[in-house]
């Protein structure tokens, strides 16, 4: 169970006007302390044991949290590279949820259908048609690991060039970058290192400073056409945004 002050921390006032609820995340929270050791035991069942597991602890692996604990917990041992782990916890979580499907048109308590299932399986076409939902489920949850992880690494990413560039002027961030990741960047595909590095001297002085009466001086004394074509390359590049 979570100590008092976690417990005391998670209530919120119910919407019916009645004494404070626990959140769902707490209740989820509890039901896995509470159960994790049975938890534990269904995910490494095998066939006819994950049948008595059922029969004996229905109330508990019928649950809708049980339900949400193996999908969630199937998707963190992909994450970490744990397929075997996976694999397991996709098989046992496709058994709790096909007993609810099962249920759902009845409209009978899901613990009433666990032995109807397992009857279900003396035919080809029932054992046929939940290995075919275990890989259905098993193909998007490494899909969806896939997407998770690419999406956390873009925030990283993005974090760290945030705080690259707060830490330092551009011109000096941008040589922590790739080529790519600068190209990719620039909104003209233009390298602003290259660009940068092709500025005359009093220009390069400007945009290493950030000094913008230093960027006036130097227009007013360049050849008009050459400064424009010297500024238009670094709004391409990115090392100048106007507005």
Same mark, same amino acid.
């Given at each position: 169970?979570?100590?008092?002050?976690?417990?005391?921390?998670?209530?919120q006032?119910?919407?019916?006007?009645?004494p404070?609820?626990p959140? &769902?995340?707490? *209740?989820?929270?509890?039901?896995?302390?509470?159960?994790?050791?049975?938890?534990?035991?269904?995910t490494?069942a095998?066939? &006819?044991?994950?049948?008595?597991? *059922?029969?004996?602890?229905?109330?508990?692996?019928?649950? /809708?949290? %049980?339900?949400?604990?193996y999908? #969630?917990?199937?998707?963190?041992?992909?994450?970490?590279?744990?397929r075997? *782990?996976?694999?397991k *916890?996709?098989?046992?979580?496709?058994? #709790?949820?096909?007993?609810?499907?099962? %249920? %759902?048109?009845m409209?009978?308590?899901?613990?009433?259908?666990?032995?109807?299932?397992?009857?279900?399986?003396?035919?080809?076409? &029932?054992?046929a048609?939940?290995?075919?939902?275990v890989?259905?489920?098993?193909?998007?949850?490494v899909?969806?690991?896939?997407d998770?992880?690419?999406?956390?690494?873009?925030?990283?990413?993005?974090?760290?060039?945030?705080?690259?560039?707060?830490?330092?002027?551009?011109?000096?961030a941008?040589?922590?970058?790739s080529?790519?990741?600068?190209?990719?960047? &620039?909104?003209g595909?233009?390298?602003?290192?290259?660009?940068f590095?092709?500025?005359?001297?009093?220009?390069?002085?400007?945009?290493?400073?950030?000094?913008?009466? #230093?960027?006036?001086?130097v %227009?007013?004394?360049?050849?008009?056409?050459?400064f424009?074509?010297?500024?238009?390359r670094?709004? /391409?590049?990115g090392?100048?945004?106007?507005?």
């Open positions: 169970m979570l100590p008092r002050k976690e417990w005391l921390l998670c209530l006032p119910c919407r019916c006007g009645s404070p609820c959140t &769902s995340s707490c *209740l989820y929270t509890m039901f896995k302390e509470d159960h994790q050791g049975i938890l534990d035991r269904f490494h095998d066939w &006819s044991t994950s049948e008595a597991l *059922l029969k004996e602890y229905g109330q508990i692996l019928m649950d /809708d949290y %049980a339900n949400s604990y999908m #969630l917990e199937a998707l963190n041992a992909e994450m970490k590279g744990d075997p *782990l996976m694999q *916890l996709v098989r046992q979580g496709q058994i #709790l949820s096909q007993i609810h499907q099962l %249920a %759902a048109p409209k009978r308590p899901p613990r009433d259908l666990v032995p109807r299932f397992f009857e279900r399986f003396d035919h080809e076409a &029932s054992r048609a939940f290995e075919e939902g890989r259905h489920f098993e193909k998007n949850l899909q969806r690991a896939v998770k992880r690419n999406e956390e690494a873009a925030k990283e990413k993005e974090a760290a060039a945030t705080q690259g560039y707060e830490a330092k002027p551009l011109v000096e941008m040589y922590d970058l080529k790519e990741e600068r190209i990719k960047m &620039s909104p595909n233009l390298d602003p290192v290259e660009v590095e092709s500025l005359p001297e009093k220009l390069q002085q400007c945009f290493k400073t950030g000094d913008i009466e #230093l960027l006036k001086q %227009a007013e004394e360049m050849p008009e056409e050459e424009e074509e010297h500024f238009q670094t709004i /391409d590049s090392l100048w945004r106007p507005g």
